[in-house]
């Protein structure tokens, strides 16, 4: 029973260490693009700059709506006040436009958590993930990840909703079992364990083909 449970401990562990990996991947990928972007500020300056000075006004305008085009795929959605925070929110924003998929997000941070950066990852990499791979079973107008972030009181409330394909999902205990296969389901596990040593709450729901993950952490 003992090598049974550190079999368990080292699968969760290596799929925590893989998952950190690819979130801080993601958010890396993501400001670089922002960085090259200042890089070649210079570079289009000059080139508007010598587009005056031929007065060749409507290749100016096609330079300027190429380089709105390009700022807008880069520009970060959301502004909490934690740059953590941010980084992963955006990063996996623009991850699930990627993919077709409408965020509605709504997330504001004024204090400094007490919650880790990799926890703080983990929670909402898992969150973001399992909502998108359940988006990608349906059809594209049907495709919706809200998001809502906020401080209530002492605690940090996360809540994240998205449509399902099946109308109502049957847990096995306080959790609702992986559609992705043998070898995962360790995302909503770790989530739990983050917010029961937190001694926080979370509460996992699904009705009328909308799945909701509702997160209480205390921040004191």
């Not at 699968?11 to 690819?22: F, W």
Request: with cysteine; charged share 25%.
């Amino acid at each position: 029973m003992g090598l049974f449970f550190k079999n368990i401990d080292k699968k969760i562990a290596s799929y925590q260490n893989e998952l950190i990996k690819t979130h801080y991947k993601e958010v890396d990928n993501m400001y670089q693009q922002i960085s090259g972007w200042r890089h070649d500020y210079r570079n289009h300056i000059q080139t508007m700059k010598a587009y005056v000075a031929s007065k060749d006004w409507d290749r100016l305008k096609q330079y300027l709506d190429l380089l709105d085009n390009d700022l807008t795929s880069i520009d970060t959605d959301i502004k909490t006040g934690n740059h953590m925070t941010d980084a992963i929110l955006n990063s996996k924003i623009s991850l699930a436009k990627s993919k077709n998929i409408k965020v509605v997000a709504d997330a504001y941070i004024p204090i400094k958590l007490k919650l880790s950066e990799i926890d703080l990852c983990c929670i909402i990499g898992n969150l973001f993930d399992n909502a998108i791979d359940a988006s990608m079973k349906l059809s594209e107008e049907q495709r919706i990840i809200r998001v809502y972030m906020d401080m209530k009181n002492t605690q940090l409330y996360i809540s994240f909703t998205n449509f399902t394909a099946d109308k109502k999902m049957k847990k096995i205990g306080k959790l609702f079992p992986s559609t992705k296969g043998k070898g995962h389901g360790f995302g909503l596990s770790r989530i739990v364990s983050i917010v029961k040593r937190m001694e926080g709450y979370i509460s996992c729901n699904s009705e009328d083909g909308a799945f909701s993950v509702e997160i209480l952490l205390p921040q004191t």
